[in-house]
């Protein structure tokens, strides 16, 4: 794509594996972003021109994003990020329609935004069931339906995980839950922007996005709220965002994160063979070269761009580190936690063994990437790993 | 172009590491910063701590104005067994631990050396102001830092030497002031930081012992105070409480100062000494001992001592009385010899040996 070759310090080649943290800024996405940091300055709420450019660039980035996931633009309330529209869905509807006592569904392997939303309803008086996942990070439909009491107000589940890109059957639990009439939130930040997404044809009532997953700035994600769902509010304050998300708009991010949508979708079938491929093409170098490796996740049902394996013996942060050190990134885990040496939550609730779980490393690509880039990771992946072995 | 050596540095957010670093890297070598983390974000002290999230954020600032890769090992768990764990061990036996030459043997010189290797390097580099030397044979010791005032070989006796030899002292050779400069002109962020020193050892509101006490969920030790004859006093609730020589804070009061004299863990007695000179000792026994720059074939060894990282070096006996035993003799008298502290041999600048003190002598 537009991506230069990223040069290091002691000249060497940089190769960057960890776009589930976060992804490089387009270069199409700053162009258009670049007019509303410079010129386009305007207050989207004040009346005059300065004003209508910027509401005006917004609009068309809100129709951008609704065109994404398959909504309409009123269905859409730009956040600061997915973590702040993951506490909007939870505590916003937790508040408007919870009482003391109210329960919400969720997942043991749900991203730190919704888990630690989940914590915190629950030291409010509310309780809330983490369902387990199976061996590939998948719930069980039977388990989910088993789990919707009448106490349930919502339900909160990812449909990719970050850490083993595992897609969830978030359409059958919506089904599931519609028939008991229970409210549904999906985390969908991984997934958008990476597989085609249809917020209807899912039938969620509330999904949080995030730009900078897909080459967009960091800083601005949306809430899709469907409409006829009364808005969850968390940032009260203006009129901004009809009402469901005050403060003055980040206008130039918004603009940004619209045009990452508009690539996406319009890159989405092509680059996820390319990515696909690619992905596997390192799986299988990686496998084929390297003993005693398993990927985690779900085949069948799983981003193309991630791919999580552990490294029997080996420490994954040790090995990440040393990566690193020759200019290739890759992360061990979530980047949202990975001060922490304790074994990922995700591959825990998955059963793996401490072990398995402390020698992991996640790979997740973008479309940046080439197969000589690929080629080489598996190389020097080999060599690392045989010297740390022995 | 040949590729440059590289070295991993321990930075622990503090201008002696973060100016350590800054030396290898005008020396040429390829700089690798590892921060470790000691205790959990909870546990650090507002500020101080060399163990927190605070002290890990300076380190990757300085590490940033650097320009060098920088990391976070966490080591809570190998610290709390391998330190904390030993440190309360010591304080139910009624000794007085120092945690920090502990540290510096099993996690800095012991498992951040291992990972230094694990990430191609062969060097360990510390801000310690201690020196390096070379035997003719090729066996490393340890010297004296050149800034008498910040020595702190005394922490690093316990090193062997072929740990030694992997280890770089950069800051070794320069005095804190020069030390303070270097920062400044660099542009460090933390130059002018205040000491990070023993920081690791401090909990929130509750003293080091008693805060390990809790962490292990152990019973104190309550027992009698006694006075020199072994008279009772009145009670208190824990040896691990009490340091020999210790003044301040017994819960007692006798109407005149008291100091502890000595601490029988077997029946929990703290005695008490109302004399100053109660607290003299004029030598003591060693467990523990290592010998670094000589080859222990003597009978008896005139060098200079110190049983306290604060103290003036004085000069004394050492009779080696068994592998790894010793009976010190001292030319003149000290105070508060402590047992659990260590005991630390010089002949000048260089670091002879060391060992633990297991008690002292009249």
Known sequence: ?390 | MLAKKRVVTAMSGGVDSSVAAALLLEQGFEVVGVTLQLQACHESVEGGSCCGTDSIAQAGAAAGRLGIHHYVLDCRQPFQEAVLLRSWEEYSRGRTPNPCVICNERIKFGLLLDYAGFLGADKLATGHYARVGVRKNGDAFLMRGADARKDQSYFLFSICPDRLSAAMFPVGALTKDTVRSIARRMGLPNADRQESQDACFVSKGTAYPEGLRLRFNEAARPGPFLDEQGRPLGTHSGIHQFTVGQRRGLGIALGSPAWVKSIDAESGSVFLTTRKEGLIARGLIASGVRWHALTPRFKRLRCSVQVRYNQMPIPATVEPTGPATARVRFDRPLRAVTPGQAVVFFAGDRVLGGGWIDSSEQ
């Open chain 1, 1 to 390: 794509m537009n991506g230069e070759q990223t040069v290091g310090e002691r000249g060497m080649k940089r190769i960057y594996l960890d776009n589930n943290a976060t992804t490089r800024l387009d270069s199409e996405v700053l162009e258009e972003m670049l007019p509303y940091l410079r010129d386009h300055y305007g207050n989207p709420s004040s009346i005059h021109w300065f004003g209508q450019e910027a509401r005006r660039g917004m609009d068309r980035a809100r129709e951008r994003v609704a065109n994404l996931i398959g909504a309409s633009p009123d269905e859409i309330v730009f956040t600061s990020g997915g973590t702040e529209a993951d506490n909007q869905a939870l505590l916003g509807i937790a508040d408007t329609v919870g009482k003391p006592g109210s329960r919400i569904v969720t997942t043991a392997i749900e991203h730190q935004a919704v888990l630690n939303s989940c914590r915190y309803l629950e030291k409010k008086g509310f309780q809330v069931t983490y369902l387990p996942v199976d061996g590939q990070g998948r719930i069980d439909p039977g388990t989910f339906a088993d789990s919707l009491a009448d106490d349930v107000i919502l339900v909160s589940i990812m449909l990719a995980n970050n850490e083993v890109g595992t897609l969830q059957p978030v359409r059958e639990a919506v089904a599931i839950a519609k028939s008991r009439g229970i409210l549904f939130h999906t985390d969908a930040v991984q997934a958008a922007g990476r597989i085609p997404i249809d917020a209807h044809w899912l039938g969620v009532d509330l999904m949080s996005l995030s730009g900078h997953k897909f080459h967009g700035p960091k800083g601005c994600g949306a809430l899709y709220v469907r409409s006829g769902v009364t808005g969850p509010v968390l940032v009260h304050g203006g009129h901004h965002e009809r009402r469901r998300r005050a403060g003055t708009e980040n206008v130039a991010a918004i603009v940004g994160f619209g045009q990452a949508c508009r690539l996406a979708g319009m890159r989405l079938g092509e680059a996820n063979s390319v990515i696909g491929s690619l992905r596997d093409r390192l799986e299988q170098g990686i496998l084929e070269r390297v003993k005693g490796v398993k990927v985690n996740g779900c085949p069948e049902n799983r981003l193309p761009n991630t791919s999580n394996m552990s490294f029997e013996g080996v420490d994954g942060q040790l090995l990440a580190i040393n990566l690193d050190l020759k200019g290739i990134a890759v992360s061990t885990g979530s980047a949202c936690q990975s001060d922490t040496r304790e074994p990922s939550y995700v591959l825990s609730a998955m059963g793996c063994s401490t072990d398995q779980a402390s020698g992991c490393l996640r790979f997740s690509l973008s479309g940046d990437n080439t197969v000589e880039e690929i080629d080489s990771v598996v190389e020097v992946l080999q060599e690392l790993v045989e010297g740390l072995r022995c």
